[in-house]
C-alpha cells in the first residue's frame, strides 16, 4: 500500500504545549475533562507537529473539545463531524485528523455520516463519548439510552431499543474497534495511542459520566467495590479472566459465552482473545445482559477488532494517478464544455 504518511517532528513537545489558553467550561464531575487530559497526554507521543493535527467536532457537550486543544479545530454543526473530517483528510491526508461526538451527535442525527464513515475506512479517529444521554440540551434521553430510562422527554421510561455503538461499527465495516472509559485513565491512554497507530478508521467508544443528568450511569464498572466483577479487560493473546482475585473466566460453549471458574478449568479451554478474529469480536459487542441478574456477562473493555484495510484516500488517490495517466492532467474547460459542442449561427 502507498498510504501516505504523516510528516513527524523532532520538536520535544509536552502535553501542557497541546493545552490551549481557553477556559474549559464543561460542569464540575464531567468525565470529558478526564478524557481531554488523557488525550493531551498522548499528543506528545505520536511525534506529529500541532499543525499537522486537526480535532473535528460536532454540537454537544463534548465538541468544546477542539477549543481546549492547542491543535487546528473545527467547532462544526450537528451530526456532520464525520463528514466534514472525511472532507478534510481526503484532500490533506498528510494530517491527523481526530472526531470528537457524543452519543446524541454521532448515532442520532449523524448516525448515517458515520456508518459511511466507517465503511470508507477514511483513516481518522473517531472518539464517541458515551454518556447515554443528551447533555447539552438538558437531560432527553438519547440513542443509547437504556430502555425504560426517565429523563425529561421519557418521564414514563424510554420504549426506545438502544443502540449498541460498537455493533454498529462493526457492523458497518469498521477496521478498529475499541472501548474504554473516562474514570480509567491510564487505560483509555493505551487505547487512544492504539487507535491513533491504526491506518484506517478507528473507532472508540469512550464511556463518559454526565454528572449532572445521568449521574452514576456506569459506576458499577469504575467503582472499586463493584469494577473486578463487572469489567473484562481483553489482551490480545490471553485468556478472558475477571472477577475479584482472578477467579473468573470466559468460555464459549459453540458459539455461547459461559462464566466458569478457572480454578475448575484448564486454560487452555478458555476463551483466548484475538483482536484479528471478527466473529469472535461480534459476540463480545453482545456481551449487554442485566448486571443485576445473576450468571451475567463482565462488560468488555479494551480493542474489540482490528484488521488491515485499505483507506479511501489511498484508492482515491490511485485513482487519480491512474486517471491522469490514461487522459492527461486534463483541463477543466473542457470538462465544463462537455465532449460535444454546438456553434449557433
Given at each position: 500500500?502507498s498510504t501516505?504518511?504523516?510528516?513527524?517532528?523532532?520538536?520535544?513537545?509536552?502535553?501542557?504545549?497541546?493545552?490551549?489558553?481557553?477556559?474549559?467550561?464543561?460542569?464540575?464531575?464531567?468525565?470529558?475533562?478526564?478524557?481531554?487530559?488523557?488525550?493531551?497526554?498522548?499528543?506528545?507521543?505520536?511525534?506529529?507537529?500541532?499543525?499537522?493535527?486537526?480535532?473535528?467536532?460536532?454540537?454537544?457537550?463534548?465538541?468544546?473539545?477542539?477549543?481546549?486543544?492547542?491543535?487546528?479545530?473545527?467547532?462544526?454543526?450537528?451530526?456532520?463531524?464525520?463528514?466534514?473530517?472525511?472532507?478534510?483528510?481526503?484532500?490533506?491526508?498528510?494530517?491527523?485528523?481526530?472526531?470528537?461526538?457524543?452519543?446524541?451527535?454521532?448515532?442520532?442525527?449523524?448516525?448515517?455520516?458515520?456508518?459511511?464513515?466507517?465503511?470508507?475506512?477514511?483513516?481518522?479517529?473517531v472518539l464517541?463519548?458515551?454518556?447515554?444521554?443528551?447533555?447539552?440540551t438538558?437531560?432527553?434521553?438519547?440513542?443509547?439510552?437504556?430502555?425504560?430510562?426517565?429523563?425529561?422527554?421519557?418521564?414514563?421510561?424510554?420504549?426506545?431499543?438502544?443502540?449498541?455503538?460498537?455493533?454498529?461499527?462493526?457492523?458497518?465495516?469498521?477496521?478498529?474497534?475499541?472501548?474504554?472509559?473516562?474514570?480509567?485513565?491510564?487505560?483509555?491512554?493505551?487505547?487512544?495511542?492504539?487507535?491513533?497507530?491504526?491506518i484506517?478508521?478507528?473507532f472508540?467508544?469512550?464511556?463518559?459520566?454526565?454528572?449532572?443528568?445521568?449521574?452514576?450511569?456506569?459506576?458499577?464498572?469504575?467503582?472499586?467495590?463493584?469494577?473486578?466483577?463487572?469489567?473484562?479487560?481483553?489482551?490480545?493473546?490471553?485468556?478472558?479472566?475477571?472477577?475479584?482475585?482472578?477467579?473468573?473466566?470466559?468460555?464459549?460453549?459453540?458459539?455461547?459465552?459461559?462464566?466458569?471458574?478457572?480454578?475448575?478449568?484448564?486454560?487452555?479451554?478458555?476463551?483466548?482473545?484475538?483482536?484479528?478474529?471478527?466473529?469472535?469480536?461480534?459476540?463480545?459487542?453482545?456481551?449487554?445482559?442485566?448486571?443485576?441478574?445473576?450468571?451475567?456477562?463482565?462488560?468488555?473493555?479494551?480493542?474489540?477488532?482490528?484488521?488491515?484495510?485499505?483507506?479511501?484516500e489511498?484508492?482515491?488517490?490511485?485513482?487519480?494517478?491512474?486517471?491522469?495517466k490514461?487522459?492527461?492532467?486534463?483541463?477543466?474547460?473542457?470538462?465544463?464544455?462537455?465532449?460535444?459542442?454546438?456553434?449557433?449561427?
Amino acid at each position: 500500500m502507498s498510504t501516505p504518511i504523516i510528516t513527524p517532528t523532532t520538536e520535544k513537545l509536552t502535553a501542557k504545549d497541546f493545552t490551549s489558553d481557553q477556559e474549559v467550561r464543561w460542569c464540575p464531575g464531567c468525565g470529558d475533562y478526564s478524557i481531554l487530559k488523557q488525550v493531551q497526554n498522548i499528543m506528545p507521543d505520536l511525534g506529529i507537529p500541532r499543525e499537522n493535527i486537526v480535532f473535528v467536532s460536532g454540537i454537544g457537550c463534548s465538541s468544546r473539545f477542539p477549543y481546549y486543544m492547542e491543535t487546528y479545530g473545527m467547532h462544526s454543526i450537528h451530526g456532520r463531524a464525520t463528514a466534514i473530517a472525511s472532507g478534510l483528510k481526503t484532500s490533506r491526508p498528510d494530517l491527523s485528523v481526530w472526531v470528537v461526538s457524543g452519543d446524541g451527535d454521532g448515532l442520532s442525527i449523524g448516525g448515517n455520516h458515520m456508518i459511511h464513515l466507517l465503511r470508507r475506512n477514511i483513516n481518522v479517529n473517531v472518539l464517541l463519548f458515551n454518556n447515554e444521554i443528551y447533555g447539552l440540551t438538558k437531560g432527553q434521553y438519547s440513542p443509547t439510552s437504556p430502555e425504560g430510562h426517565i429523563t425529561k422527554s421519557s418521564p414514563y421510561g424510554s420504549i426506545d431499543h438502544a443502540f449498541n455503538p460498537l455493533a454498529l461499527a462493526l457492523g458497518s465495516g469498521a477496521s478498529f474497534i475499541a472501548r474504554g472509559m473516562d474514570r480509567d485513565p491510564v487505560h483509555l491512554r493505551g487505547l487512544l495511542k492504539k487507535a491513533s497507530d491504526h491506518i484506517g478508521t478507528s473507532f472508540v467508544e469512550i464511556y463518559q459520566n454526565c454528572s449532572v443528568f445521568n449521574d452514576g450511569a456506569f459506576e458499577v464498572y469504575t467503582e472499586k467495590t463493584t469494577k473486578k466483577d463487572e469489567t473484562l479487560f481483553m489482551e490480545q493473546g490471553k485468556p478472558l479472566i475477571f472477577g475479584l482475585n482472578n477467579e473468573k473466566g470466559v468460555k464459549l460453549d459453540g458459539f455461547k459465552p459461559v462464566i466458569v471458574n478457572v480454578h475448575e478449568t484448564s486454560l487452555n479451554d478458555l476463551w483466548i482473545h484475538d483482536e484479528r478474529d471478527e466473529m469472535k469480536a461480534t459476540l463480545l459487542t453482545r456481551f449487554f445482559d442485566n448486571p443485576k441478574t445473576e450468571g451475567h456477562l463482565p462488560r468488555p473493555f479494551g480493542v474489540f477488532y482490528t484488521e488491515d484495510k485499505s483507506t479511501y484516500e489511498e484508492a482515491m488517490i490511485n485513482q487519480i494517478n491512474d486517471a491522469k495517466k490514461l487522459k492527461g492532467e486534463g483541463n477543466l474547460d473542457s470538462l465544463l464544455k462537455g465532449r460535444e459542442t454546438w456553434e449557433i449561427n
